[in-house]
């Protein structure tokens, strides 16, 4: 049976739908991405900080955390 010319016109537009739709996914999944690369980037930058802070100050013989403990203070 020869293919009616609105079967063909129909399957066009479902293929160039579908084809939208996939490349959107695809945007979407990119930026999903991006995003999660960044915020690892920034988990590292943020861990580097604390790492920084808990350690002993040139003018101090004790941690932030020793000092935070310490019942004197």
Known sequence: MPES???????????????GSHDAEKICLRQ??????????DTADL???V???KK?????SKTRE???NDPRT
């Open 5 to 19: 010319g609105r079967a063909k016109d129909t399957m066009e537009r479902w293929l160039a739908s579908e084809t």
């Open 32 to 41: 999903s991405e991006d995003k999660v690369q960044q915020l690892r980037k």
């Open 66 to 68: 020793e000092i935070r």
């Open 56 to 60: 002993r100050r040139p003018s101090s």
């Open 51 to 53: 790492e920084i802070l």
């Open 47 to 49: 861990k580097d900080t």
